[in-house]
């Protein structure tokens, strides 16, 4: 081990390099991948964000974004199926948006009843001290300039009707490239100008007692006009949508695997040249007697001791980077176990490569230790 | 085989195949006897470095049989080789091979580690040999702070550390000039006679005739008939 470390540090220009190696592909490869697990998640936010059990959308809905309408039978329909405790409902459509300066903008209007769970954005379930009309409208705070209200609330119209906006949220951003307003179900579909018993997404709640997929079978047999689907299937279906059958997803998803693999490319490349410096040595130490744990020991803890010190660096160099870039990407998320499992694969990297790189010195070739 | 401490018997090995194929060996018997100073001479390519590696356990030859300290090492696995190697012979090198990023003291305290990874006073060990090679200011000097003379009096004592009954020595003086070298023949010599080392030394220097107990010739692989060395 204090070889090991001697080694660093007498040579620092070199553990520097390798330092700055491995930290570009941890933090290449924790940006690549924040980009997509935020992408991911972006997909299905709304359909993760409600509580309900199932979710009954029209016929070959591929995603949250893109829903049809349903007639209102369906929910009395689905209502009447045994299991089925509550249900409630929630749209998304595209509307004009007329800004208290009069300029006009294109929004995602997304509306849902109020009993769709805590953490859906509707006006009468954010926490605050202020009294709220289940009328009013939210936006989130990254859209903040496209919606451009100079103090709240604010009166502006969407699709011709008057609305007021009276609060901003946090953690709804999406990818869409217009700005999302979120208000009651009944509202939105006043503004979009649904019937009054049309749902676009009817969302059920199943009772305890019941299994949830026996109560999809039964609805799916009551309903065949519909599709029938679980959220957790509703929400990979959107997801994967999103991220395989259009130009962007599978941008980011090509970025990323690119990413990943360039990064696990960069870290075997930097250790193993690394190594290859001190191959000389690692041969003399085993003409003199040296067992191939006590070699393999030295060669190791200098890779892991480069691996870690460059994943610290890369991790405190993507903190700032992502910072900045959630300013213009909202949706960028890097959750708790990705920097871990990158990080982890580094120094996995870290100790393959130098094993692999130190195989030779473990045969020593005679020719290597008596050479001048 | 009467004396089998240190020995290799009717040794053959090749190098390569076909035409590029080298016979390094042909068929070398040689024995060195326990406390002596044997010289192996030859020109270039005549299997010097190739007798050294078979002794010291690197390489093992294609027919013939080598002993080390009564063991025949061609049975032993590659680990056992490397116990023996650790236990009983130990290298001098015309390059050094010292660890560059290791004080000198800590280069000798590397043998010791590696021969006795549980001894607790290695430093202290350490200190002893490289004052005793008269390299007490130099302790905590680097390879490259030191002259050529001095990285090979380190290399010695980093050979003896743990006390190795043999030292094979590939061209120790090559790269020294004639003063430090001298030093070098003398500080091996002085191994043999005071502390009962076998030592071997390849090398192209006659100054070692005057120190070898005896000289032997390789050419072309083979053995030319030994010479006693002047010291004898």
């Known amino acids: 081990m204090k070889l090991a470390w001697q080694n660093i540090f007498h040579d620092r220009a070199r553990f520097l390099a390798t330092v700055l190696g491995v930290s570009f592909a941890v933090f290449l490869m924790v940006f690549q991948g924040s980009l997509l697990v935020g992408f991911l998640e972006a997909a299905s936010r709304f359909i993760d964000a409600s509580d309900f059990d199932i979710w009954i959308t029209a016929r070959g809905v591929q995603a949250f974004e893109f829903g049809a309408t349903l007639e209102g039978r369906v929910r009395e329909m689905a209502a009447g199926v045994p299991g089925v405790v509550e249900t409630g409902r929630a749209c998304m459509a595209f509307a004009v948006y007329r800004k208290p300066n009069g300029k006009q903008q294109v929004v995602a209007l997304v509306g849902a009843d109020s009993n769709l769970g805590k953490r859906f954005p509707v006006p009468e379930l954010v926490e605050t001290t202020e009294s709220r009309s289940p009328d009013s409208i939210l936006y989130d705070a990254s859209d903040r300039n496209l919606i451009e209200v100079a103090s709240l609330p604010a009166e502006v119209e969407i699709n011709g009707h008057r609305a007021n906006i009276d609060h901003e949220i946090e953690g ?170 990158m990080v982890g694969l580094s120094l996995l990297m870290c100790s393959l490569a130098s094993v692999a790189s130190v195989r030779s010195a473990l045969t020593v070739d005679p020719g290597r230790v008596f050479r001048a | 085989m009467p004396n089998q401490f240190l020995a290799v ?169 004639a003063e430090a070298g001298r030093n070098i023949c003398q500080i091996l010599r002085s191994q043999v006679d005071q502390n009962g080392k076998t030592v071997v030394v390849v090398s192209h220097d006659p100054r070692w005739k005057e120190f070898a107990d005896r000289t032997i010739t390789l050419s072309d692989g083979q053995m030319k008939p030994q010479a006693q060395g002047q010291h004898a």
């Open chain 2, 9 to 177: 018997e009717d040794a053959r090995i090749s190098f390569g195949q076909g035409d590029a194929r080298v016979r390094a060996l042909r068929g070398v018997s040689v024995a060195f006897e326990r406390g002596t100073l044997s010289l192996v001479m030859g020109p270039s390519g005549s299997g010097k470095t190739t007798l050294l590696s078979l002794l010291g356990c690197l390489l093992s030859p294609d027919e013939g049989t080598v002993f080390v300290d009564g063991v025949a090492v061609n049975e032993l696995s590659a680990s056992e080789k490397t116990v023996l190697r650790r236990q009983k012979i130990s290298f001098v090198f015309q390059a050094f091979r010292l660890l560059h990023s290791l004080s000198a003291i800590d280069n000798v305290a590397l043998g010791l580690e590696i021969r006795d990874g549980k001894r607790a006073d290695k430093m202290v060990m350490a200190r002893e040999l490289l004052l005793q090679f008269g390299l007490g200011g130099k302790l905590n000097h680097e390879p490259d702070d030191l002259s050529p003379g001095e990285k090979q009096r380190v290399a010695i004592a980093r050979a003896l550390a743990g006390n190795p009954p043999i030292l094979l020595a590939d061209e120790p003086t090559a790269s020294l000039d």
């Open chain 1, 172 to 341: 709804f951003g999406g990818f869409l490239g217009v700005p999302s307003l979120f208000t009651s179900y009944r509202n939105a579909a006043h503004y979009l100008g649904f019937g009054p018993e049309d749902g676009m997404y009817i969302l059920l709640r199943v009772g305890k007692e019941y299994s949830v997929v026996d109560v999809q079978q039964n609805l799916r047999r009551r309903l065949p006009e519909v599709d029938v689907l679980t959220r957790e299937a509703f929400a990979h279906k959107s997801r994967m949508y999103w991220v395989i059958k259009t130009g962007a997803g599978s941008a980011i998803l090509t970025a990323a695997v690119l990413g990943f693999l360039i990064g696990l490319v960069v870290v075997s490349q930097t250790i193993y040249a690394n190594t290859m410096e001190n191959i000389e040595e690692y041969a003399t130490l085993k003409a003199l007697g040296a067992s191939r744990v006590f070699v393999a020991r030295v060669v190791l803890s200098e890779s892991l001791i480069c691996g870690a010190a460059g994943s610290v660096l890369g991790l405190f160099a993507v903190v700032p980077a992502m910072n900045y870039a959630r300013s213009l990407i909202p949706w960028i998320q890097t959750p708790w176990w990705l920097p871990l499992i």
